[in-house]
């Protein structure tokens, strides 16, 4: 197991470009987690799915964000129209969903810059 | 509004000593509550957690203590060691079902 995998590491991008980053969690968890951490922070909540049903979302998440789980394997967190913003650290976190303690399994996250 | 506070942005131990990391939460409703621990460049890794139905929960050199009626959580590192050095975080959700509420952070510095 590789664990919680995040692609692009690290992406550059002009104000007003869509993003796209993907999120590949610990195959045998079925709850994906995104949150956006920016300098000085903690991880801010994004949204949430069990399997492949969108159970939550922020307030954060404005209508300029787009999350899709559509296997309930992989997700993806879309970005349209960036703003500066936008610039943050998006992290990727998976769970088995069972009862006890919500252990949350990170990924490395994915930078975004937006200039 | 921040429903988990973590008010010592930073924290500075010397090796061998006991580092102590606060942490105070608003919300009466939170079931669980979770440390994070955070080297630059990587994600936060899970550290240690306790229920609302304890009071203490200790892991090998970590502890952490719960204090209900004060809405207060504490993580204590014995005996502290460079490696410890990194961005702590403290977590609460209100059961397994929920995400994760999330600490500003405290950043332990642990000097030879």
């Known amino acids: 197991d590789t664990g919680v995998s995040q692609n692009p590491r690290h992406k550059i991008t002009k104000r007003g470009q869509n993003v796209t980053f993907r999120c590949d969690p610990i195959?045998?968890?079925?709850?994906l987690y995104w949150y956006r951490q920016t300098l000085g922070q903690g991880p801010e909540f994004l949204t949430y799915?069990?399997?492949?049903?969108?159970?939550?979302k922020s307030r954060l998440l404005s209508d300029r964000f787009s999350a899709e789980r559509p296997k309930g394997s992989f997700s993806t967190l879309e970005i349209q129209r960036t703003e500066q913003g936008d610039s943050a650290m998006y992290l990727c976190?998976?769970?088995?969903?069972?009862?006890?303690?919500?252990?949350?399994?990170f990924g490395a996250g994915s930078r975004l810059t937006v200039l | 509004d921040q429903q988990v506070k973590q008010n010592s942005p930073s924290l500075s131990v010397q090796e061998g000593r006991i580092s102590i990391l606060n942490c105070d939460y608003t919300?009466?409703?939170?079931?669980?509550f979770l440390w994070y621990k955070k080297y630059p460049a990587e994600g936060p890794t899970f550290l240690i957690s306790?229920?609302?139905?304890?009071d203490k929960n200790e892991d090998g050199r970590f502890t952490v203590f719960l204090n209900k009626s004060a809405k207060h959580l504490s993580l204590h590192i014995v005996p502290s060691q460079p490696g410890d050095s990194a961005v702590y975080f403290c977590?609460?959700?209100?059961?397994?079902?929920?995400?994760?509420?999330f600490g500003k952070g405290t950043s332990l510095l642990v000097t030879p």
């Open positions: 195959s045998e968890h079925n709850r």
């Open positions: 799915f069990q399997n492949e049903a969108q159970l939550e």
């Open positions: 919300n009466s409703m939170f079931d669980y």
């Open positions: 977590a609460a959700s209100k059961d397994s079902g929920y995400a994760l509420n």
């Open positions: 306790i229920s609302s139905i304890k």
């Open positions: 976190a998976s769970s088995p969903g069972q009862g006890g303690a919500n252990v949350l399994t």
